[in-house]
């Protein structure tokens, strides 16, 4: 089971494999998906989709990015899907994860996936998916489930910051991770997270953008702009959030930018705004 609410853990990321968490919405750079097929090993390699995020009808032989996923080249498909955490506890029902060198998160709501799937033989059949060298990707709640704080869990609804699912499956260690940021206009709503618990690292992800996890380490691709929350920054420490942008590379242990494709003392970098 992944090792969690270790503030002072030097390893946030997998420890070997990789995770890519989408920000969500429709994906028109295809680079994104060809990057999860890719670490899952290419076209023939064995993904199983997830779906239990979305509402029930959502289900079914077409299940969310089956066809995106086919559109890059994959062809070895199947379809994973409980509400029953029993069912999900059973060596039949992980059977399928055993074999997988990709598995992929489906959007709705990541409360779902961890009432389904926490602590689990399901959530422990995702970490041996990263120990033998798999990825682990999602997108909008399929990226949220995959941190350890998880934001936007309560099942009123998805504007509760806080609320009351707050543990995520964990994959990355005292991060917290936010989606459809520019697009819907959330890039302020991690701030109170960050000052609740300032351990955590922020990180939102816009619509059409992804960070792809390796060990300790992301990489932004896709189209957009990621933000990172980060209550001791010291890129600037009287801001609340800076951009990465596609290109950029970060490192979640340091909390700095290993490379970057941009000037960091322009203004652009940060939008600044009091803490207090």
């Known amino acids: 089971m992944p090792q969690t609410d270790q503030v002072n853990s030097t390893q946030i990321g997998p420890t070997t494999g990789s995770l890519v968490l989408v920000g969500g919405g429709r994906l028109k750079d295809p680079t994104i998906l060809h990057r999860f097929v890719t670490l899952a090993g290419g076209p023939s390699a064995p993904i199983v989709i997830v779906p239990t995020a979305a509402e029930e009808d959502y289900y079914g032989p077409y299940s969310p990015y089956l066809e995106n996923l086919v559109a890059v080249g994959a062809s070895q498909f199947t379809v994973l899907h409980t509400r029953d955490r029993k069912e999900a506890d059973s060596v039949e029902f992980v059977r399928p994860l055993e074999e997988a060198q990709g598995v992929w998160f489906s959007g709705g709501r990541q409360w779902r996936l961890a009432d389904s799937y926490l602590h689990t033989r399901t959530h ?12 682990l990707g999602g997108t909008s709640a399929g990226a949220t489930i995959l941190g350890d704080f998880l934001v936007r869990g309560d099942t009123a609804g998805n504007e509760l910051m806080i609320g009351d699912h707050q543990k995520g499956f964990g994959f990355l260690s005292n991060v917290t991770v936010d989606q459809h940021l520019l697009r819907r206009n959330r890039q302020f709503d991690l701030i109170a997270v960050i000052k609740e618990y300032p351990h955590l690292l922020g990180i939102g992800i816009d619509e059409d953008t992804a960070i792809v996890v390796r060990g300790n380490h992301f990489e932004v691709i896709g189209n957009s702009y990621v933000a990172i929350y980060d209550a001791e920054s010291q890129i600037d420490p009287d801001g609340l959030f800076y951009f990465l942008a596609p290109g950029d590379r970060f490192d979640m242990h340091t909390r700095e930018t290993i490379h970057s494709s941009r000037d960091y003392t322009s ?9 207090n």
Request: charged residues 35%; without cysteine; aromatic residues 4%.
């Open 267 to 275: 203004t652009e970098r940060v939008i600044k705004r009091s803490w």
């Open 124 to 135: 422990e059949a995702l970490q041996d998916v990263l120990n033998r060298g798999g990825v």
